[in-house]
């Protein structure tokens, strides 16, 4: 037997009748008060791969008030990748509320029947999707680290964490459109913005009467955590772990960052000690970060915590224990005590940056 003749013939895939009208990808594009989230642009990013492998359109939705600069959304929507945008503008829309921006939005999909709806794995995306997916009645992979879609089925091949995150998950929505899936900030990466590229707006008109909806938006008061550590778009971290024994060894940790210009994190041992506050922690409980230095110090790098750091351009770890799980991935690795290294390290930093600010 020649073979050709073992290998069993591909069988063609046919796609579910149901779903040939549900064409192309599309991504919730947030904005509060005119201001896009970030992740709406990482999201656009990895969306243009998948429409791309479907030979699909990418298309951005924008939800938002008559007063704010929907347009102007729109166009930025286009340079981070996306060919069409939906606008969807209202007196009702002006602040997120879960009733009619879940409205807005399958009334979106129910209309125009996109096979793949991603939102931002943030409040407000995390609310909104789980809303619009039990009312259109699909399946939701919420806080994805990865996705790829295969080009016969259309399946959408959305990965998670699970099991307390010591394992990864692939789900697919097979029996139903679209296929729903929320992605953390700073999980995907940043698209470049090409100021060339722009696109088709397509405005759709939102009618629901503020009588009919139970929330009413009283105030606005702004987000009181602006000036706190912002640790996921942050360029530098040098995160402390259990390794650091105590709170005092844990100053050591800031005199280095305050040194680099760099933000503090943490392992979640040593935010549940109160040596660091929560907003510090990384990991799948805590933040996803990507600088583009990462110094791990007396952290072991347990999975919950790398799901949240290893996104990082350059990982070094200071550990004692050459087995640490965390030298398996870290570009480079010191081996030793942290209370002697850390300070060595600051005074290196130190005369260092002095010599290079006198040099000019
Ligand atoms: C559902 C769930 C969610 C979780 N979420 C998170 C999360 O978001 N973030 C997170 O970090 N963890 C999370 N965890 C906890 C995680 O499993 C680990 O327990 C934790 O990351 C370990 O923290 P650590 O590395 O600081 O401590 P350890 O694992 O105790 O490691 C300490 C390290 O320090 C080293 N060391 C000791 N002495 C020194 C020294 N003198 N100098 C240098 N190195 C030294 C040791 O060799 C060791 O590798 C989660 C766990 C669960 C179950």
């Given amino acids: 037997m020649s073979e050709q003749a073992k290998k069993p013939a591909k069988k063609k895939v046919e796609l579910d009748p149901r779903f ?36 699909a359109q990418l298309c951005g939705v924008v939800i938002c008030g008559p007063g704010e600069r929907g347009a102007g959304i729109c166009a930025e929507a286009f340079q981070y990748g996306a060919d069409q945008c939906y606008l969807m503008q209202d007196e009702v829309l002006a602040d997120y509320r879960n009733e009619p921006y879940t409205k807005a939005l399958t009334d979106l999909v129910n ?23 039990t009312t259109l009645g699909t399946g939701l992979v919420a806080d994805c680290t990865e996705l790829a879609v295969d080009a016969e089925t259309r399946n959408l091949a959305a990965t998670r964490p699970t099991f307390g995150g010591s394992l990864l998950c692939t789900i697919m929505t ?84 305050r040194v680099l210009g760099a933000e503090v994190g943490a392992s979640r041992p040593v935010v549940q000690a109160g040596w660091a506050d929560l907003e510090r922690q990384v990991g799948q409980s805590g933040k996803t970060v990507r600088p583009k230095l990462y110094i791990a110090v007396g952290i072991s790098g347990a999975i919950q915590h790398r799901v949240g750091m290893d996104g990082a351009d350059v990982i070094i770890a200071i550990n004692s224990d050459p087995n640490a799980p965390i030298f398996d991935f870290a570009h480079y690795g010191i081996v030793g005590n942290a209370m002697t290294i850390l300070p060595a390290l600051t005074d290196a930093f130190k005369s260092h940056l002095a010599q290079a600010r006198k040099a000019g």
């Fill in 111 to 133: 209309t125009y029947q996109p096979e793949i709806l991603m939102l931002g794995a943030t409040t407000l995306g995390r609310d909104l999707a789980g809303s619009v997916a």
């Fill in 174 to 257: 097979q029996r139903h459109r679209p296929q729903m899936a929320t992605v953390r900030p700073r999980v995907m990466s940043m698209p470049d913005a090409d100021a060339a590229r722009s696109g088709e707006i397509i405005p759709v008109p939102f009618a629901m009467d503020e009588q009919t909806i139970v929330t009413k938006v009283l105030e606005f008061i702004a987000d009181d955590s602006r000036d706190k550590p912002n640790l996921p778009f942050a360029d530098i971290i040098v995160a402390g772990g259990r390794g650091l024994k105590n709170p005092e060894n844990f100053q050591l940790v800031h005199e280095l960052a």
């Fill in 20 to 55: 040939v009208n549900y064409r192309h990808v599309w991504v919730v594009v947030e904005s509060e008060r005119g201001e896009v989230h970030t992740v709406s642009w990482e999201l656009l990013g990895e969306g243009r791969k998948l429409a791309d492998t479907l030979g």
